[in-house]
């Protein structure tokens, strides 16, 4: 029977950040390491941004026709496809997307 030092650990390995050597009882080779991989641990990603359906405008494939928070043409009896964010025109209160190019009124 052999008998080990008092805090003689057999424990080697790998950074688990960077891949280098340990030396005993390290679990990171430096603080950079033991920073990144307490970030990776907490990083939760942020939820995409989600448009409300009623905030919508979509689309008919068949005849064009756009609807506001609608997904489903009344005419063809087909879903839309959805533009994008949006709202009623002020002017013609035609659904418009927030991605649609405006035109320049000359003065």
């Known amino acids: 029977m052999t008998a080990n030092a ?23 080779c ?3 390491c033991r920073v990144a991989a ?5 990083h ?3 939820p995409p941004v989600r ?8 689309q008919c494939p068949s005849c064009d026709r756009r609807y506001l928070g609608e997904q489903r043409c009344e005419d063809c009896n ?5 533009v994008g964010p949006g709202g009623s025109c002020p002017h013609c209160d035609e659904p418009v997307a927030v991605t649609d ?7």
């Open 51 to 58: 448009v409300p359906k009623y905030a919508t405008v979509y």
């Open 44 to 46: 939760q990603p942020r």
């Open 38 to 42: 307490f970030r990776r641990r907490r």
């Open 30 to 32: 430096s603080v950079v």
């Open 78 to 82: 087909v879903f839309a496809r959805r």
């Open 6 to 28: 008092v805090g003689n650990d057999s424990r080697y390995g790998s950074c688990p950040v960077c891949s280098r050597n340990l030396l005993p009882r390290q679990t990171y």
């Open 101 to 107: 190019p405006v035109e320049e009124v000359a003065g």
